[in-house]
């Protein structure tokens, strides 16, 4: 089951994709849905891994059979949304399928997840396809590919099922400079670690000190006539802060010699800014969940990063924060297969002034 | 042992009669500063009256500026007064000579013989003065430079200094010492990265840094050792050193050892190793023989000299013959007849603390390894990580605890524990539990940097303790534990029987608020 639009505001800087309002901006902004193509990925993972896809019952259209479609699946429509598709659609196809299947695949993003557990609750495993732009829900493979790897060892037998966290973003700590999320429930999905990502903590302010270090070591390394991009985060804010710009906390923001230029960029626009000069981009990654490009800060396009080149791309994070990863690795789901491969491996974290860490990334 | 619980508040009726814990009840005193005992004109001794008078008589040669123009601000008392205030305050104490002290893990706290303290405050040391003519110090001079061709040996390194006060001491030490080659090769400029590992002692990472050099920390990898991928990403012609523990302070020996010494000896750096855990690889293994050029010992943790509240403590650094130019000076020779200090040596990174080292804890040292000998040292390391392992397994069978990074393996000394289960499920932190511990007469402390494993808890029972000492601390923790699943107001408002119920930490952190002498408490909490 594929929410279509889920994902579109992301690539245009909306912060979430909600409402036929925010679609229509999306789309104006030169969106394109990739909710279906990235649902066919993991459909396609799941084929590789089993050698063939197992029976597929879904919803017409852009709802899921396109995916299937795509994917090269055999098929059955088991519902029939409306045009343009709504929430609405999203729990009734649940509730549709839920009594059918051994696994539900829905993709989409928190809001997609927050409806198939209204819909649904626990009565059925559910295994989530990122492509939404709000992913802090424990619901979702950590790409698409690796949800239909998950996908296949659940098909393959003898995976266990545990309870994952579906989140909703607490707007009010956001505008108080703080990204958090509440709890709004559970889902049952297959145990797969690694491969299902981590519920994002709660990241409380970063200290003041180990900020002002990383601040203190972007300024040495970005020339002030270069442009330095921000993404989201409450660090990168903070460094930008230290750095003299007072920019908004969930979007991607431009700065040159310390002074804001841009402030909560989509996509395009970012792209053709990180084109017209030498540009740094500086990212952070999620609290406790360690996604580093690819979930909340979209507009990080593959273009915008292929500009800027990688060793202009700066990974920030105080120790507490690596620390509060646990281990695990940090995540990249750019939506560009060939650069999440460029960019797995080690990364250097600027992590204070003159300090680094060399952290995995997959 | 007595199997009664004491019932002193109405949270310990509760504890019931588990386990055979020990019955202990802390005294306390609201014994007075010594400055608020003071009496005016109250001795301790009284100084016989010069039978001829001296004004005059004896010259001073002391510049005005350096005269006092009022007599120091001493307090006035008898010996049995001072006598019973540092015997009631000992008494409110957890003093390593008291508990079951394994719960610093980091420190190694293993006991110190009390023969070794005879030899230190024998005068034949205790009265000998640095100043001293190097012909009346002949005795001293021979115990420091076998107690370094020791050390030598226990390291296979090939020279090794004695002069650094402490652990961290000598690490900078050697990043000094690391500093002087490249800068004397021409390429200090090029190599100034010194790469580290986040379960490497923390000094390390600080005396890089405080040396002038950037700092790469490397994590964990998949299974919970140090990260080799990680350093070959980390390495290049930028790389100076590797500054690594081994084990590290998580009680885990890197496996691969040696092939990060070879990663970094290829990009041309040099290896050094901090061997302040080298309690449970004594006569097992050598840093030398896995390549490092540098290597540095904790005396006061290995070979079991007081820690000294801080300090003074000792430290040792070894080098290789390459960097022996650099050693701090003096360095102790020896020509075959006579020993003497040299001080002429135009290489060295120069005094690392006046004079050289911490004579008392030096000869304390050489009596450990002495009374010792090789095969002892070995057997030292042996039943180290036996208890160490034995502990791990009993402390296990807890609820709500583990071991995390390597998870399933044996550690070596010590275990970095982690009760984030316990917290999770009952709300009660590591912190606490510590804290509850006192009301069975132990305790174990914070000594977990960096604060990466979350619920931390670090033990390391080196091999001073007995398998019923170790029966004992795990069964303490292990009620402590029941306590928090069972009644976690009792542990949250723990310590009930002890001294003092709770520090406020925060306090002993400000450097605003922290007051460590008479007069910065004056002036910071007094506002005298
Ligand atoms: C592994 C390790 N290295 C270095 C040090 C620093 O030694 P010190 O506290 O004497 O400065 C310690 C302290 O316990 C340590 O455990």
């Known amino acids: 089951m594929v929410n279509p639009v889920a994902g579109l505001g992301g690539r245009a800087g909306l912060k979430g994709s909600d409402g036929a309002a925010v679609q229509a901006r999306a789309r104006a902004l030169g969106a394109r849905p990739r909710a279906s193509e990235r649902a066919a990925l993991a459909l396609a993972e799941l084929r590789a891994r089993l050698g063939g896809v197992p029976p597929v019952l879904t919803a017409a259209g852009p709802m899921g059979a396109d995916a299937a479609g795509a994917a ?155 442009l330095l991009v921000l993404g989201p985060g409450s660090t990168t804010r903070a460094v930008a802060a230290a750095l003299g710009a007072d920019v908004p906390v969930m979007g991607v923001n431009a700065l040159r010699g310390g002074t804001a230029v841009a ?14 000069g030498p540009a740094w981009v500086a990212v952070t990654p999620i609290g406790g969940q360690g996604f580093l490009l690819g979930r909340g800060n979209q507009q990080i396009s593959p273009e915008t990063l292929r500009a800027a080149g990688r060793d202009r791309l700066l990974v920030v994070a105080t120790e507490a924060k690596l620390a509060a990863l646990g281990g695990r690795p940090l995540l990249v789901d750019t939506g560009d297969d060939e650069l999440d491969r460029e960019l797995a491996g080690h990364v250097r974290v600027i992590t204070g002034r003159s300090r680094t860490a060399v952290y995995p990334v997959r | 042992m007595r199997t009664a619980p004491v019932s002193v508040t109405p949270a310990d009726a509760k504890i019931g009669p588990k386990p055979p814990l020990r019955r202990f009840h802390q005294a306390r005193w609201d014994e007075p500063l010594l400055f608020e005992l003071s009496t005016p004109g109250e001795r301790g001794v009284l100084v016989p009256e010069p039978e001829v008078p001296l004004d005059g008589a004896v010259p001073n040669e002391l510049p005005d500026a350096l005269r006092r123009t009022a007599p120091p601000a001493l307090p006035e008392l008898s010996q049995l007064h001072v006598l019973r205030h540092y015997l009631r305050l000992s008494q409110e104490n957890l003093g390593a000579d008291l508990n079951i002290d394994v719960g610093q893990g980091t420190c190694t706290m293993k006991y110190s013989p009390k023969i070794n303290e005879q030899f230190a405050r024998d005068h034949r040391v205790a009265e000998l003065h640095p100043l001293q003519d190097e012909r009346t110090v002949q ?6 430079h076998r107690l370094e061709g020791m050390l030598a040996e226990i390291s296979g390194m090939d020279r090794v200094s004695l002069q650094p006060g402490a652990g961290s001491a000598a690490i900078y030490a050697n990043v000094a010492m690391i500093r002087a080659y490249f800068a004397d090769r021409g390429e200090l400029d090029q190599r100034d990265e010194v790469i580290t590992t986040i379960f490497s002692h923390p000094s390390n990472a600080a005396c890089a840094k405080t040396a002038g050099f950037k700092v790469i920390t490397l994590y964990p990898d998949a299974d919970g050792y140090p990260d080799l991928e990680a350093l070959k990403a980390a390495v290049g012609p930028r790389t100076a050193a590797l500054l ?37 690889i004594l006569g097992i293994t050598r840093a030398r023989d896995a390549g490092f050029d540098l290597c540095h010992f904790n005396l006061h943790k290995t070979f079991s000299t007081p820690h000294g509240c801080g300090g003074p403590g000792a430290g040792a650094c070894g080098v290789s013959e390459a960097l022996v130019p650099y050693l701090p000076r003096p360095t102790v020779e020896f020509d075959g007849t006579a020993y003497r200090l040299d001080d002429d040596r135009p290489g060295s990174v120069g005094k690392v603390r006046p004079f050289y080292g911490v004579v008392p804890n030096l000869v304390r040292a050489y009596a450990w390894i002495m009374s010792l ?55 009660v932190h590591s912190e606490e539990i510590g804290l509850r511990a006192a009301d069975f007469g132990t305790h174990y402390w914070t000594s977990h940097h960096p604060y990466v494993v979350p619920e931390p808890m670090t033990l390391e029972p080196t091999e001073s303790y007995s398998k019923a000492d170790l029966d004992e601390y795990a069964a303490i923790l292990a009620e402590v534990a029941r306590e928090a699943y069972d009644d976690a107001e009792a542990v949250r408002t723990a310590p009930h029987r002890s001294t003092v119920h709770r520090v406020r930490e925060e306090t002993l952190e400000d450097p605003a608020t922290w007051a460590v002498t008479w007069r910065a408490y004056r002036r910071k909490i007094l506002g005298a």
């Open chain 2, 373 to 427: 000998g090789a095969e002892g040292l070995r057997e030292v390391a042996e039943v180290a990580a036996l208890n160490n392992n034995y502990l791990m397994k009993k402390v296990l069978e807890i609820r709500g605890v583990s071991a995390p990074y390597a998870e399933g393996r044996r550690r070596v000394e010590q275990v970095r524990y982690s009760w984030a289960e316990l917290a999770e499920d009952t709300g």
């Open chain 2, 139 to 144: 005795g001293v001079l021979e115990i420091v």
């Open chain 1, 263 to 276: 402030t909560d960029l989509p996509a395009e626009p970012l792209a053709a800014l990180a084109r017209s």
């Open chain 1, 72 to 226: 090269g699946a055999a098929f059955e429509v088991r519902y029939e949304p409306g045009d343009p598709t709504a929430p609405a659609d999203t729990r009734a196809a649940a509730r549709a399928l839920a009594p059918l299947v051994d696994l539900l695949l829905f993709a989409g993003g928190d809001g997609t997840a927050r409806d198939v557990l209204d819909a649904v609750g626990a009565s059925v495993p559910v295994l989530g396809v990122p492509t939404g732009v709000k992913m802090h829900s424990a619901v979702f493979g950590v790409s698409p590919r690796a949800a239909g790897e998950a996908a296949a060892a659940m098909a393959s037998g003898g995976v266990p099922l545990r309870d994952a966290e579906v989140m909703d973003l607490d707007e009010e700590s956001v505008r108080q400079g703080r990204v958090s999320a509440r709890l709004y429930g559970h889902l049952r999905v297959p145990d797969v670690p690694v491969r299902i990502q981590q519920r994002k903590t709660g990241s409380s302010a970063p200290s003041p000190g180990s900020v002002e270090g990383i601040a203190a070591e972007l300024a040495a390394r970005v020339p002030p006539s270069d």
């Open chain 2, 244 to 280: 690594i523990t081994n084990p590290e302070d998580t009680g885990i020996f890197n496996p691969r050892i040696e092939e990060f010494v070879r990663t970094v000896h290829e990009a041309g750096g040099l290896a050094c190793y901090d061997q302040a855990n080298a309690n449970g």
